[in-house]
């Protein structure tokens, strides 16, 4: 088996979920096989941690209380997770290999993708040709992104 890391980011698009389906359909059989599949939460999504707070404070990120705001951040993680877990649930049929569902937080789609290929020794990144909002015809800009800047194999699905 050439690929034991494959990851699929996960935007809920079509096209993502035909990603996932090759993605399992590659690793499937292989029980030594991982299939990461990832959602990218945009950090500009979440609250401005200075709504939190006291904004009457000098600090940039003045909170009265931290723990809120990282309870609110994996608050979301969850969700992202438990939803991507869900689709997992009606795609696996009989896949042998390990799927893990996961959710990062990043600036960008193109960079949380590329840090979490990286960090995590994958082999393939088998993604949507387009995900949710682009135009049509084109490759998209995250996908197009991502061809760029990753230095392993890239799958791009229909």
Same mark, same amino acid.
């Given at each position: 088996?050439?690929?034991?890391?494959?990851?699929?980011?996960?935007?809920?698009?079509?096209?993502?979920?035909?990603?996932?389906?090759?993605?399992?359909?590659?690793?499937?059989?292989?029980?030594?096989?991982?299939?990461?599949?990832?959602?990218?939460?945009?950090?500009?999504?979440?609250?401005?941690?200075?709504?939190?707070? %006291?904004?009457?404070?000098?600090?940039?990120?003045? #909170?009265?209380?931290?723990?809120?705001?990282?309870?609110? #951040?994996?608050?979301?993680?969850?969700?992202?997770?438990?939803?991507?877990? %869900?689709?997992?649930?009606?795609? *696996? %049929?009989?896949?042998?290999?390990?799927?893990?569902?996961?959710?990062?937080?990043?600036?960008?789609?193109?960079?949380?993708?590329?840090?979490?290929?990286?960090?995590?020794?994958? %082999?393939?990144?088998? #993604?949507? *040709?387009?995900?949710?909002?682009?135009?049509?015809?084109?490759?998209?800009?995250?996908?197009?992104?991502?061809?760029?800047?990753?230095?392993?194999?890239?799958?791009?699905?229909?």
């Amino acid at each position: 088996m050439y690929f034991k890391n494959i990851l699929v980011p996960y935007d809920e698009s079509d096209h993502a979920k035909s990603a996932l389906h090759i993605a399992l359909g590659l690793a499937g059989p292989y029980e030594v096989a991982k299939v990461h599949v990832v959602t990218v939460i945009p950090s500009a999504s979440l609250p401005n941690p200075t709504l939190l707070g %006291d904004v009457s404070l000098e600090t940039p990120y003045a #909170m009265g209380d931290p723990s809120t705001y990282e309870r609110i #951040m994996d608050a979301a993680v969850e969700r992202a997770v438990q939803d991507i877990r %869900d689709v997992i649930d009606q795609s *696996r %049929d009989d896949a042998q290999c390990k799927i893990v569902a996961d959710a990062v937080i990043a600036n960008s789609a193109l960079e949380g993708i590329v840090d979490y290929v990286t960090s995590r020794d994958i %082999d393939l990144v088998v #993604m949507g *040709r387009r995900g949710l909002g682009a135009l049509r015809g084109m490759l998209g800009s995250v996908s197009f992104g991502v061809l760029r800047s990753v230095d392993v194999p890239v799958l791009t699905v229909k």
